[in-house]
């Protein structure tokens, strides 16, 4: 039997589509690449925006095209909310939400025998941490593993609560036996992901999610910890005090701002403003002078005039962020921000993330740029026509020519120049790599 997965979205989605391929494979499937023919195919969807639905109705489509005969499992945040529009659609024979992916056998025996449509959709607000578990993460040198599900937030334009539920942790006796499989098998770096990540152990007792990380630093034979994404209030004391002596935390934090403007923050319902938001930068900045850290930002929201939308400007350059993620706000059914007056018009969207992506590349070259001439430790991880490539601490790219037996090992290079979006550097201990 051939099983093929793909998986639209966020890091989250990713974990749980590689789980289940580590799950078909121990139950004797062969995995085929998704176009290829299969008899089953998986598909992890995506519901953040409208573009998201479409492309996950597309790819159901495309499996169906693979092979008329399969059986097409469709699971994730578009078919938690919108299974009606899925059900129709030819060969999909077993609709989940963003639950029951442990019962997919049982599921595909149950199809197997009564031939009839199996949809399995629960309310979400009170369910327990489905434990999944990774042992190894297909054509990576890192590994993602899912600590956390769900969002508590309700910011006004997001529909995630409503399909990932409220917020629940996963046992930190399973996530440590997790990270431990995985650096057996060769993982150096680990990158700790969820819905909203930082909210690890809000459901718990006297537990939280710095005194996980306390408990990853001490796993032997761990190299990096690299944390997907963090909001700005979950950078407490406690956690700053974590990050100033990790020796194993990388020189990166992913810190969503989604505006720069305090009247748009408060009609988003984010929990700070900016001056908050300035204030913890400066605390990480001086706990670490030189961290990389990148953000989202959502443009043309609701009631964003042209002066909210400088002042974000302005902010995000005083700030000096790495990089930004720039998305146009597309409005979501059920959510606050789809009710708001003065939507705004498409065109002024597309304005608004052209002006912030070619922020982003100044931003982007003139912080990577200040480590030209300086040596530091690459995880080496493709190797292609006598090119390494890899990523520092701070998720800076390094290409440089070396051996194909260096990969997924930690050696120093010198970085020569950076253009087009990496580093070129030149390898200089080759001898002394772990």
Request: net charge positive; hydrophobic share 35%.
């Amino acid at each position: 039997m051939k099983a093929a997965f793909y998986s639209l979205g966020c890091k989250v989605n990713s974990y749980e589509i590689e789980c289940l391929i580590n799950m078909f494979k121990d139950k004797g499937y062969e995995i085929v690449p998704f176009k290829d023919k299969a008899d089953i195919y998986v598909i992890n969807t995506c519901s953040v925006t409208n573009t998201s639905d479409q492309k996950s109705r597309k790819i159901i489509r495309e499996a169906c095209k693979n092979n008329k005969d399969s059986i097409i499992i469709v699971m994730g945040c578009y078919s938690q909310l919108k299974y009606n529009d899925i059900k129709d659609i030819d060969n999909v024979k077993i609709i989940l939400g963003t639950n029951y992916r442990t019962l997919i056998f049982d599921l595909i025996k149950e199809y197997k025998k009564s031939k009839k449509q199996i949809i399995k959709i629960d309310d979400v607000k009170n369910i327990k941490f489905e434990n999944i578990k990774l042992n190894k993460f297909e054509n990576h040198t890192r590994a993602f593993v899912k600590i956390q599900d769900g969002c508590n937030n309700y910011c006004s334009y997001c529909i995630i609560p409503y399909t990932r539920g409220n917020v629940r942790s996963k046992d930190k006796n399973i996530v440590i036996d997790e990270i431990k499989s995985l650096v057996k098998n060769g993982y150096k770096e680990v990158v700790l992901t969820g819905i909203h990540t930082g909210h690890y152990g809000l459901d718990l007792k006297e537990y939280d999610f710095s005194d996980l990380l306390l408990e990853i630093e001490n796993i032997e034979g761990l190299e990096r910890i690299r944390i997907s994404s963090i909001e700005i209030t979950e950078l407490n004391d406690k956690f700053l005090n974590v990050l100033k002596n990790s020796k194993l935390i990388v020189d990166h934090l992913h810190i969503p701002l989604q505006s720069g403007c305090d009247k748009i923050l408060k009609l988003m319902n984010r929990k700070y403003d900016m001056n908050y938001f300035f204030d913890k930068i400066n605390t990480i900045r001086s706990i670490r002078k030189d961290i990389a850290i990148t953000t989202d930002v959502i443009v043309g929201f609701p009631n964003e005039t042209e002066e909210d939308f400088n002042i974000t400007k302005e902010n995000i350059k005083k700030i000096k962020f790495t990089e930004l993620h720039v998305f146009p706000y597309s409005k979501r059914d059920n959510t606050k921000a789809a009710l708001m007056n003065n939507q705004i018009d498409g065109n002024i969207k597309k304005k608004r993330v052209k002006e912030l992506i070619e922020i982003s590349n100044d931003l982007k070259n003139n912080y990577y740029s200040l480590f030209i001439k300086t040596e530091k430790e690459v995880l080496v991880e493709k190797y292609k026509d006598d090119y390494l490539s890899g990523h520092l601490s701070n998720y800076g790219m390094v290409k440089f020519k070396g051996n194909k037996e260096l990969i997924n090992k930690i050696v120093k290079v010198e970085l020569v120049s950076y253009i087009n979006g990496e580093y070129n550097g030149i390898l200089v201990e080759e001898g002394d790599n772990r």
